[in-house]
């Protein structure tokens, strides 16, 4: 198992997305400088203040305005400067890592996304990511600026007397071993609020998502524990961290304030003193506790980093995932559809025993092939293999004598088209459905063919506003029959040399399905058509059904054959005759 890489390692990868916007961070260095050296010039000041007090001139008096409004204003400069050009490089970052990490997720093979709910991979998407920037905006903002104003104020404490400045420095190693403590903390729980973020997320999109099953079968109780609890365990966690840098803040102040005492008790001794004038003495202590505010945000930043390096580890992991393989070089601009499956194995992961055995088929282009069987017979695992949405673990799967490895990746798949049980739909109008992704350039007049071969025109002419018409988050607006129709009319539009019918017909009723039959019959013409079906009676015109069980084929002929031996085939025609009896 590769090590996680370290703090540093992930901060320094984080930091090279800086790069792009130097200019601005540049910029934001500079706001930094400039408010750090008005900060130490104020302290720096205060010998001037107690010489104008004691000796009230005119040309004192002149001096001492200027002074202040010439303080407060490079300050407020400084302020803006690097408030406003580092969330600029912060939220540049953000929007890179955000448009890298979703263009992974596009990448990523069909495993990835079964071993990782939904809900969790939007959470990396949104909370992570929005941590990172508080790592890369406010953290780096306060680092620097109030780094940068205790570097000064300390310049100028050693300038004007460097013995009482090492006593205050002796504090320091004990500020790092509380800083060191609590950063180990806060990056410990910011995983696990990370990880309690995404459950939130998870639950919540599941419980939304399934709102109407949820009522139906009154599981309001189940779903609101469930939030209850993943969203206690957030606000525990949430506290934790509270308190840690609740703790580590006011402790870090006493440590201040326990060596600016010391500097006080000393400053009376005579020898510490030397020939340190009021102005002076005063001047210093400023400068002592005016930096108790820059010390204590440069510590309280620590928890700001370790919730940012703690998301950059998760969003990095995610972009580190190996994408789909894709060595292929041969992408024909159309193939004939020529199918031929040697001896295919195939099982998950994490499984033992094979799902798919030994299965040989030969599918002469143009022909429709039906595969039937009962549930889990691994039919949808078998044609899931010919997009290469899982890569089979033996045998070899070949199209036009090509093996499957062979085509490029978006060249296989524009030789398919795909219309499952499972219909997915986008929030968008009904046209850009049935026209998406590569076919956005379809004609009007060509989306209205397709819709009509797919015998959806008759619902869509009766909507408000036609093909223009918003169809909701998946096609809420829309019947089940509906929806399939669009997904039907989406693969028409395609007009791939093979179609892939996984329940293609499920969700209509028995007129719809009629209708929607005669279109498949005409579309099927001269592609090679796999269907997936278990009403028998739709793929009774199929050139081969295939009966598949336990993972292999156990029969295989034209219906009227299968009819006639007496086997599978017709054990199963025989049950659905019966049922619909």
Request: net charge negative.
């Amino acid at each position: 198992m590769a090590q996680e890489p370290s703090n540093w390692q992930t901060y320094k990868r984080l930091l090279k997305y800086v790069r792009p916007f130097w200019v601005a961070f540049v910029f934001a260095v500079i706001g930094n400088i400039i408010y750090a050296a008005a900060s130490t010039a104020m302290a720096a000041a205060m010998e001037y203040v107690i010489e104008a007090i004691e000796n009230p001139t005119d040309q004192n008096r002149l001096l001492l305005t200027g002074l202040i409004v010439g303080v407060f204003g490079l300050r407020g400069l400084g302020t803006f400067m690097s408030q406003y050009f580092i969330s600029y490089v912060g939220r540049n970052v953000i929007n890179a890592l955000r448009v890298q990490l979703f263009d992974r997720l596009l990448t990523l093979p069909s495993r990835y996304f079964d071993d990782n709910a939904s809900g969790r991979l939007v959470s990396k998407l949104t909370f992570n990511v929005e941590q990172v920037a508080e790592a890369t905006t406010d953290a780096v903002t306060i680092t620097l600026r109030e780094g940068l104003t205790v570097i000064g104020l300390l310049g100028f404490m050693l300038y004007t007397n460097w013995k009482l400045t090492v006593v205050f420095l002796v504090v320091g190693p004990v500020i790092g071993a509380v800083v060191s403590y609590a950063s180990k903390r806060f990056r410990r729980l910011s995983k696990r609020i990370q990880g309690s973020m995404g459950d939130i997320t998870h639950v919540a999109s599941e419980g939304i998502a399934g709102y109407r099953v949820v009522r139906t079968f009154g599981g309001e109780d189940y779903e609101r524990q469930r939030f209850h609890q993943v969203s206690q365990h957030n606000l525990v966690q949430s506290l934790k961290m509270a308190s840690t840098q609740a703790i580590s803040v006011p402790v870090i102040q006493v440590l201040v304030a326990l060596a600016i005492a010391s500097l006080v008790w000393l400053m009376l001794s005579p020898e510490i003193r030397g020939t340190m004038s009021t102005g002076e003495l005063i001047a210093f202590i400023t400068a002592a506790t005016t930096m108790a505010k820059p010390v204590r945000q440069v510590t309280s930043v620590h928890a700001k980093i370790q919730k940012g390096v703690a998301a950059a580890h998760d969003v990095f992991e995610t972009m580190d995932q190996p994408p789909e393989q894709d060595h292929g070089t041969f992408a024909p601009e159309r193939v004939t559809g020529q199918i031929t499956l040697d001896k295919v194995c195939f099982r998950y992961r994490d499984q033992l025993d094979d799902v798919l055995h030994n299965i040989s088929l030969d599918i002469p282009a143009g022909q429709s092939v039906a595969l039937v069987g009962r549930s889990g017979s691994g039919k949808s695992t078998l044609v899931s293999l010919l997009p290469r949405f899982y890569e089979y673990t033996d045998g070899e799967i070949s199209i036009d004598g090509h093996a499957l490895a062979d085509y490029q990746l978006q060249a296989l798949r524009g030789q398919i088209a795909l219309v499952t049980q499972n219909v997915v739909l986008f929030n968008d109008t009904i046209a850009a459905n049935i026209a998406y992704g590569a076919l956005k350039d379809a004609t009007r007049e060509q989306i209205r063919e397709a819709a009509a071969k797919a015998h959806a025109l008759e619902f869509i002419d009766r909507m408000p506003e036609g093909l223009d018409t918003m169809i909701g988050d998946n096609g809420v607006m829309l019947s089940g029959g509906q929806r399939q129709r669009l997904a039907i009319a989406r693969a028409l539009l395609k007009n791939a040399p093979i179609l892939i019918l996984d329940e293609a017909t499920s969700a209509l009723d028995t007129e719809s399905e009629r209708h929607i039959q005669d279109a498949l019959e005409t579309v099927m013409e001269g592609r090679t058509t796999l269907v997936i079906a278990h009403r028998l009676s739709t793929i009774e015109k199929a050139d081969r059904i295939v009966v598949m069980d336990a993972g292999q084929i156990v029969e295989s002929g034209r219906h009227e054959e299968l009819l006639a031996a007496g086997g599978a085939y017709a054990n199963l025609h025989q049950t659905q005759f019966s049922e619909s009896a």
